[in-house]
Structures are given as structure tokens and as C-alpha cells.
């Protein structure tokens, strides 16, 4: 999600929202960023390449997040006539869906407190 | 601010609003620490202790946001009679006031979505 830039002013506002299970991060900017390429390419390789990250690492973070929830929010087939192919499930959709709805109520939520605070920085 | 975990859930969720001026970190979660820790103790250097902080980081952490309002958020004092004291101005108290509203706001925002996130996590 693109950060919150005022026209003319140097500054933006950025929330960022984690869901963790003890220390680790169940999903965050990077892996729901993960979910979106993978709904659009429908390749864990492409999605990876668009996100300057490893195959290897993508596989990782599938993997967790796989294991994390209820249900797998990727399908990927690593053999046969669709091998490299990855989709979104419907558990995958839901929750990069939520993830961004998270994203834009803090968004909103932060803008009167932003707008005041503001003010007072420097030109 | 406490992250929001749900009794007998190991998953939390942890909103972290940062305001950016190009790719520097005008103030965020530690700086705002920092000015509460600095209106707790009035000292620097107990500040940065609490936080497990050197103190020269903590001063150029200061200066920094000094540097970046219109008015310092800091009135630090190196010598002199008070030498070490370090006392939040009106404008440092009002930052961080703004800055927790936000963090506020910005949780109270995405516990909807959450709920429904929450539902969809393993057990």
C-alpha cells in the first residue's frame, strides 16, 4: 500500500501493521506484498522476481504462512504439467483481503492525529 | 504501546505507525519510547538506559528530532548546574501525545478486521 504523501511536503505517514505468533511475524507487509504478486502472476517464481526476493525465500514464507493458518492460503505445484504454478486459495484471498482492510482503517484512523502533528514539523 | 493479545491466543497484533521524512524515520515506535522515557526520568542517560540504548545514540536520536519540528521536542542541558537534565518542551509533550493518539486510533481501527482474521489462524 503506498505510503500517505501530502502534495509539497517532504513527509508521509507510514502504519504498518504485524500479526505475530510469539516473535514471529504470521503476516506482515512482506509476506500479504507475497500474496498479492502471487494472485497476480500465478507463478511463486514470478512473484518472488517482483519482490526483489529469492524463489527460495518465497517458498519459506508460502510455507509458514501455509502452516499458520487453518488452511493453505497458496496452492503451489512444484511437478507435473503445472509445475511453478501458484495460486491464492479462497482462505489466501480472505486474508490478504482483511490484511489490506487493516491497512486502510489505520490509514484513516491515523489522519486526524496526523493532520495536528503535522503542524509541527518544519518546513 | 502493549501489543493486543487475545487471552489463551498465541497471536497478537502489533500496528506501528512511523512518520518519514524521504527514508529517515522522523518519529516511530523507539523515538517515541524514548520522549516518554525522557518525561519520565528527565535524564538522558537514565532514558537510554531504560531503553537499553547508548547514550550517544539517545542524544543524536534527540538531536534529530530537534532538527525536524518547527520547535525542539528536547530541552537537553550539558553543563552547567542541571548538566544531564533533559526535559520534554510543550511541543515534545504534544508529539508524543499525537503520536500515542495514533497508535490508539490506529488499533481500535483494524480490531474488526482482526476478529475476523483471527478466525481463519490456527489453533
Redesign the interface.
Known amino acids: 500500500m503506498p ?1 500517505v504523501k501530502q502534495s509539497r511536503s ?13 516473535q514471529d511475524i ?1 503476516i506482515g507487509p512482506g509476506k500479504a506484498d507475497l500474496l498479492e504478486a502471487i494472485g497476480r502472476t500465478s507463478k511463486l517464481r514470478d512473484a518472488s522476481k517482483e519482490l526483489g526476493m529469492s524463489y527460495m525465500r518465497a517458498w519459506s514464507l508460502v510455507r509458514t504462512m501455509n ?5 493453505p492460503l497458496v496452492k503451489a505445484e512444484r511437478g507435473g504439467a503445472h509445475h511453478g504454478r501458484a495460486v491464492l486459495t479462497p ?1 489466501g484471498r ?2 490478504l483481503a ?2 489490506r ?2 491497512e486502510s ?2 490509514l ?3 489522519k ?3 493532520g ?2 503535522r503542524r ?3 518546513k
Open positions: 505510503d517532504p513527509y508521509r505517514i507510514r502504519p504498518r501493521i504485524r500479526v505475530l505468533r510469539n504470521v502452516r499458520t493458518f487453518r488452511r482462505t480472505a486474508v482483511l490484511y482492510e487493516m482503517s489505520s484513516e484512523a491515523v486526524s492525529a496526523w495536528r502533528l509541527l514539523l518544519a
